[in-house]
T-cell receptor
Framework: SQQGEEDPQALSIQEGENATMNCSYK?????LQWYRQNSGRGLVHLIL?????REKHSGRLRVTLDTSKKSSSLLITASRAADTASYFC?????????????FGRGTQLTVWP | EPEVTQTPSHQVTQMGQEVILRCVPI?????FYWYRQILGQKVEFLVS????????KSEIFDDQFSVERPDGSNFTLKIRSTKLEDSAMYFC???????????FGPGTRLTVL
């Protein structure tokens, strides 16, 4: 299947530390997107990286993409308690007509004050 | 900042009843999607919609499901005869172009009793 899979499943860190989450997927993609979800809430779009890009930054977020390894990473620098949430990667598939997204199970990040 | 809105936030219904979940996508977006997330599971694609017709649908989206864009702003998901296993969070998403960022609404939590 296409789905991205995040690693680790859970990550627990102190405020101020960096958090790194990884995502692997199986087939070729047009782009990969990262989302955040607070418990029981909606999905907040964080960043999109296209298949021809290797790295992208947005504020404290840094995303990398390695299409040869079919993997991506999300780095949150100087984490805050408010970053506590589940983080998902979502990939589309080159065969998809409108870019349907395939989600992984997510990484549950807990940032302790 | 423009956002996707969904109503209601929570819907409780009896098995066998029809429900309509409503979404207002971002106003200049052309591509619309429904996803669902059963509690504790992955976000799953249901259907994509463009130019007033379904572009792609998953195996979940059977004859009990339908979508409609009744006017220039609303996008609805109808479940004709709800089953217990339809209980989930339903998310609407929209995108300006087919391989661009998909922005999600806050979701409708559907509980089927």
């Amino acid at each position: 299947s296409q789905q991205g899979e995040e690693d680790p499943q859970a990550l627990s860190i102190q405020e101020g530390e960096n958090a790194t989450m990884n995502c692997s997927y199986k087939t070729s993609i047009n782009n990969l997107q990262w989302y955040r979800q607070n418990s029981g809430r909606g999905l907040v779009h964080l960043i999109l990286i296209r298949s021809n890009e290797r790295e992208k930054h947005s504020g404290r977020l840094r995303v990398t993409l390695d299409t040869s390894k079919k993997s991506s990473s999300l780095l949150i620098t100087a984490s805050r308690a408010a970053d506590t949430a589940s983080y998902f990667c979502a990939t589309d598939g080159r065969g998809s007509t409108l870019g349907r997204l395939y989600f992984g199970r997510g990484t549950q990040l807990t940032v302790w004050p | 900042e423009p956002e996707v809105t969904q109503t209601p936030s929570h819907q409780v219904t009896q098995m066998g009843q029809e429900v309509i979940l409503r979404c207002v996508p971002i106003s200049n977006h052309l591509y619309f999607y429904w996803y669902r997330q059963i509690l504790g599971q992955k976000v799953e694609f249901l259907v994509s919609f463009y130019n007033n017709e379904i572009s792609e649908k998953s195996e979940i989206f059977d004859d009990q499901f339908s979508v409609e864009r009744p006017d220039g702003s609303n996008f609805t998901l109808k479940i004709r005869s709800t089953k217990l296993e339809d209980s989930a969070m339903y998310f609407c998403a929209s995108s300006a172009w087919r391989y661009n960022e998909q922005f999600f609404g806050p979701g409708t939590r559907l509980t089927v009793l």
